[in-house]
């Protein structure tokens, strides 16, 4: 039944050029184009992009539950478990958790509380050929907001978005701590101002999640209704450290070793298993040449066994990435990681460019592969001590083998953007292709015909850019309307292990 719909949606596509009429997109069981596959061999291993299967967004002045302006929700997502559903006639629906970040901190950083939103959608892919009007374009992902879940510290305190000024001593169980509070450490075990700029997010099959934050640079492990239950610090190699060796949480300032501000742990993602979580730093740290945008690209990858939640997660794996390079030999810094299979990764590595961004036209903007069968373990090594670089101004050294890197989805491809209404470079309007693309989720097509195709989803963060925002109650102008935009690509991905969604 299936395979006669696929094959009646081929002959039509190739009649018609496009199952789908583009005045109104039709769910369908035909297939991609042939014509939009683009392929690349990673460790002697086939890998399709088959194109953009759907795009849909998020009003940017859009308010969630709480009465703020929801925004910054690209900065990760994640697929709720047991949410994914195909229907017979061809669409798709689920859930997605989404994740801002610290906030509208265009002025300065702003007290808030960290939260995920969940996210409901109805998946219609578009695969015909034909270029859609923007408005029908939207209908290819149907997004409609469900709730909203704050996160707090222990205590019932909010988290904050504002800069971590302070750092509050160690407690039972917990490390040292980003804080609010500029008076901090402080020896009040009842205070607590946490603060978290999230960017990766995982949801464990007990429904509690993991989030990674770019102060710590730390983990966050919370409830399902987001109360603090544990954190993980990362080696001391990673740790924001002032040259006396003193701890500073602040992104305003760089420290002299340890992650760079604002360049924390944007990607967190688990094997299909759930029993390893990986988190992936943005880009290299001030000892490893992160000071400096031609000298940053060898970032790092942890690996932590998490298998036993009543066990401390433990590091069990540490490798060295590269980072791809602007012709100018800027680092194209990574956004998230998404696992794919033993060893292979994808990550997001990006420009600046893009609706909300530093220019109208983005040079790269991809969800590329890497690969670590063949990468230098270096974890609990003496790499994982500041005083030990993994690269000196940028030179790896020679003892490490980084992974292999293989460039695969475009997200700016003109001919694909231009089949859903958007466009890269000039003008800067609302179909314009945001800037900052920071997340992915993978969902299998479930088509008996590819079994090896999924659905990879990547969202947004638009800075909470609207000219029509409020926070806590109060209304703010941030200069430009950014929305939330969604894209899913169709990809052939042999071999892959998603944790069963
Ligand atoms: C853009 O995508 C098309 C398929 O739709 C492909 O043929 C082309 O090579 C891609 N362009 C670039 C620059 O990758
Ligand atoms: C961290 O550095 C910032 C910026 O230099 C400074 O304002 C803050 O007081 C420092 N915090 C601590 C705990 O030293
Ligand atoms: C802890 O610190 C907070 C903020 O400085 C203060 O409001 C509170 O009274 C203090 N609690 C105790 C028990 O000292
Ligand atoms: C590699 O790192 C080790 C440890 O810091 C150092 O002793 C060695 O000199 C470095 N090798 C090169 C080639 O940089
Ligand atoms: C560091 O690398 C940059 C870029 O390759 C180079 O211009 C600079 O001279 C290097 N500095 C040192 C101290 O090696
Ligand atoms: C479809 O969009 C692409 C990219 O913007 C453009 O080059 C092409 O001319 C459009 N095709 C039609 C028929 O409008
Ligand atoms: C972006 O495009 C707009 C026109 O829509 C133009 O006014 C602006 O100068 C462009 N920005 C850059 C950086 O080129």
């Avoid at 859009?62 to 929700?73: A, H, P, V, Y």
């Avoid at 859609?132 to 374009?137: I, Q, S, V």
């Amino acid at each position: 039944m299936v395979g006669k719909l696929v094959i009646l949606g081929a002959l039509l596509s190739v009649v018609s050029g496009g199952y789908a009429s583009p005045a109104s997109p039709k769910p369908s069981n035909a297939e991609p184009d042939p014509a939009f596959a683009v392929s690349v061999t990673s460790n002697g291993v086939t890998y399709i992009n088959k194109g953009i299967a759907a795009f849909g967004l998020i009003p940017s002045d859009f308010r969630d539950s709480i009465g703020d302006t929801m925004g910054g929700i690209g900065s990760a997502i994640t697929l709720k478990r047991g949410t994914w559903k195909r229907s017979q006639d061809g669409t798709y629906s689920g859930t997605l958790l989404v994740q801002p970040d610290r906030g509208y901190n265009v002025i300065s950083t702003i007290d808030y509380q960290a939260r995920h939103h969940e996210i409901g959608f109805v998946l219609s892919p578009y695969y015909g050929a034909e270029n859609l009007t923007f408005a029908n374009a939207q209908k290819t992902l149907e997004l409609k907001y469900l709730k909203t879940i704050l996160h707090w510290d222990r205590n019932n305190v909010k988290t904050s978005g504002l800069d971590a000024l302070g750092v509050r001593a160690a407690q039972r169980g917990f490390p040292q701590n980003p804080d609010a509070d500029p008076q901090m450490p402080i020896a009040n075990a009842t205070y607590q101002h946490l603060s978290i700029d999230a960017e990766g997010l995982v949801e464990n099959a007990d429904g509690t999640i993991w989030v990674s934050d770019e102060y710590g640079p730390y983990i966050h492990h919370f409830t399902k209704d987001g109360h603090l239950i544990q954190t993980i610090q990362p080696p001391s190699a990673l740790l924001p450290r002032t040259a006396t060796g003193e701890l500073n949480f602040t992104a305003s300032t760089d420290p002299a070793t340890g992650r760079i501000g604002n360049q924390g742990l944007e990607g967190l993602t688990t094997d299909a298993s759930g029993k390893t979580l990986y988190a992936l730093l943005q880009s290299a740290t001030a000892q490893d040449g992160g000071l400096g945008s031609t000298t940053s690209r060898y970032t790092r990858l942890l690996a932590y066994d998490i298998s036993n939640p009543h066990k401390r997660p433990e590091l069990k794996g540490e490798w060295v990435i590269g980072l791809p390079l602007t012709k100018k030999g800027k680092t194209q810094a990574a956004s998230e990681v998404h696992y794919v299979k033993e060893n292979v990764f994808l990550t997001l590595a990006r420009d600046g460019g893009g609706r909300g961004g530093s220019d109208n036209t983005s040079s790269y903007k991809q969800a590329d592969l890497f690969d670590i069968s063949r990468a230098t373990d270096i974890h609990n090594t003496l790499f994982d001590d500041p005083a030990n670089p993994i690269a000196v101004n940028g030179t790896l050294n020679s003892t490490i083998t980084p992974a292999a890197y293989v460039p695969f989805v475009s997200i700016i491809n003109d001919t694909q953007l231009g089949r859903f209404g958007l466009h890269n470079g000039d003008p800067d309007d609302q179909n314009l292709i945001d800037s900052k693309w920071e997340s992915l989720a993978l969902a299998p097509c479930e088509d008996p015909k590819y079994p090896n195709d999924y659905f990879l989803f990547t969202a947004s963060d638009n800075d909470f850019l609207t000219t029509n925002g409020v926070f806590q109650g109060s209304p703010y102008n941030g200069g430009l309307n950014v929305d939330n935009q969604f894209l899913v690509f169709r990809l052939t991905l042999p071999g892959a292990e998603i944790p069963h969604v």
